[in-house]
């Protein structure tokens, strides 16, 4: 079996956050690291959207800045994600992995994989929905939602037909970054508070049909899930889906210091997180 690089970076800022993502990517593409796992959470609890978002015309400052929350947009596509009660995840591999398919979609899937067993290591039925009628597959295309859990995609994770895990991909310097969220409850007000709708009954629609397509882990689960449980089961489920030994790294001082320097460059900057 391959040995991967872990990583459980612990609880930190969500320029951090991304920063140390990124890094772990530019390590990976110069050879310096292995594939790599890690888990992570944020402190304070954080807003994250998408590279494509428009903060003005989609987010409600306001809210964020009334909640307390962080706020930053990944270098990765997809929607909004309030990053809260909750196991964050990011997996780094090469392009060129024997085990990776050529295809998004298809990678998507692969890496998935230890997700869903995770999931079935906490005594969860997870597994892949897959998008059959062509109005399905045209609302991946267009997604009517900036939340991210309301918003569908392939190979979706679901549990008793509910999303459960949100997870977005970007590819740079032949090298896939795949992060996502793994929910152990969700603030269902708060998250609807933090972005804009057309009316106050739109956003009722929403966030009613919300209830019907996304589930939080301990909204399902017999007994309540703790953040190291969580920690526990889906290490083993990216070990079992992935057929790899994980090895727990820490980052050095001169590694701490890369991640410091993009944190300030670009999560920390107003012109990255607001730019569109």
């Known amino acids: 079996m391959e040995t991967w690089r872990f990583i459980d970076s612990g609880n930190a800022s969500p320029g951090f956050n991304m920063a ?5 990517l530019d390590w990976h593409s110069e050879g ?39 706020f930053v947009r990944r270098p990765t596509g997809g929607r909004g994600v309030l990053h809260e009660h909750e196991l964050t995840y990011s997996v780094i591999v090469s392009e060129e992995h024997p085990a990776m398919p050529q295809t998004v979609t298809e990678a998507y899937r ?59 991909q970007t590819r740079q310097k032949g090298v896939i970054l795949q992060h996502g969220s793994i929910l152990l409850d969700i603030d269902e007000e708060k998250l609807f508070n933090l972005f804009h709708y057309p009316s106050e009954r739109v956003k009722e629609r929403m966030q009613q049909a919300f209830k019907k397509k996304a589930v939080a882990i301990n909204q399902m689960a017999d007994s309540p899930v703790t953040l190291e449980q969580a920690k526990e089961a889906f290490r083993h489920g990216f070990e079992k889906g992935l057929s790899i030994n994980l090895e727990e790294y820490a980052l050095n001082q001169e590694e701490l210091e890369y991640v410091n320097e993009i944190m300030t460059r670009r999560y920390n900057n107003d012109e990255w997180n607001f730019k569109r």
């Open 110 to 168: 692969v890496i998935s994989e230890g997700i869903l067993h995770g999931f079935r290591d906490l005594g969860l039925d997870a597994y892949f929905s897959v998008p059959k009628t062509a109005d399905e597959k045209n609302q991946l295309k267009n997604p009517r939602s900036s939340v991210c859990f309301d918003a569908p995609s392939w190979y979706e994770l679901v549990v008793e037909g509910k999303k459960v895990a949100g997870s977005a």
């Open 20 to 24: 140390l993502d990124e890094a772990l």
């Open 32 to 70: 310096k690291i292995p594939p790599t796992i890690r888990f992570y959470g944020w402190n304070p609890a954080t807003l994250s959207i998408g590279y494509f978002q428009n903060v003005q015309k989609e987010i409600n400052m306001d809210e964020v800045a009334r909640h307390g929350l962080g």
